[in-house]
């Protein structure tokens, strides 16, 4: 698995084999494989709608959309199209859900960030993952801005081009990105910089650890588990 699409999200078919479908995602250009009953088709018209929609999110660790036909389970991150007044649509169907909703469109959305990241505490490492099922360190990230209404690249690698640079750790605020990379000098991690020189971040699961100009200080294993590489600033 590369990575996951949560409900609500767009994708482009891109070619058909048998029940298989090869897709690319609309909001990081990433390719690859998913079985035709996890997907609804719609036409280019009602896909720019969805588009233009904007980005109500389900802020539950699992919430139940109802329609007249059917109820779906929905994971937190998960987008909520058209949404007013506790109902949202695709295409002609409406859907009832009364659970929590975050409005990314807020303008202090971003401030929220560190209370979206702790509601996956304790979220098991999976590689490709982006649900509160499994989540790796990028899916954790990338998810935790969609709710504060910031797109976020799909990889740490990417993601550190993004944002404007902060100079010193001391400098950092919470809410911004660390980036972290290997003996090779790549960006293979990056996490979320709490207050108290704190960090969340997924690996093994979704944890809170010490950070420092080092890096990141694991007091279980009593060692530095991941270098400093950069601080990123995501928001103005």
């Not at 999976?126 to 989540?135: D, E, T």
Request: net charge neutral; aromatic share 12%.
């Amino acid at each position: 698995m590369i990575s996951q699409l949560l409900f609500g999200e767009l994708a482009e078919v891109l070619e058909r084999s048998k029940q298989w479908l090869r897709v690319r995602t609309f909001s990081d250009n990433y390719t690859g494989w998913i079985d035709e009953k996890q997907v609804q088709p719609i036409t280019p018209k009602q896909f720019k709608e969805l588009n233009n929609a904007g980005s109500i999110c389900c802020l539950d660790p699992l919430g139940i959309a109802k329609s007249k036909f059917r109820e779906i389970q929905i994971l937190t991150g998960s987008s909520l199209p058209n949404y007013h007044q506790q109902t949202f649509r695709i295409n002609e169907e409406e859907f009832s859900f009364n659970g929590t909703v975050t409005d990314p469109t807020s303008a202090n959305a971003w401030q929220m960030i560190p209370d979206f990241a702790k509601k996956f505490l304790n979220t098991p490492y999976l590689w490709g993952g982006r649900s509160l099922f499994g989540i790796d360190c990028s899916g954790f990230t990338n998810v935790v801005f969609k709710l504060a209404g910031i797109h976020l690249k799909r990889d740490a690698w990417q993601q550190s081009e993004q944002g404007s640079i902060i100079s010193f750790i001391d400098q950092a605020r919470a809410g911004d990105l660390a980036f972290f990379h290997n003996e090779e000098g790549k960006i293979t991690h990056v996490g979320i910089l709490l207050e108290q020189q704190k960090i969340i971040h997924a690996s093994g699961r979704v944890r809170i650890d010490p950070v420092d100009h080092y890096g990141i200080y694991n007091e279980e294993q009593k060692r530095y588990t991941h270098q400093l590489r950069l601080i990123k600033r995501m928001i103005g």
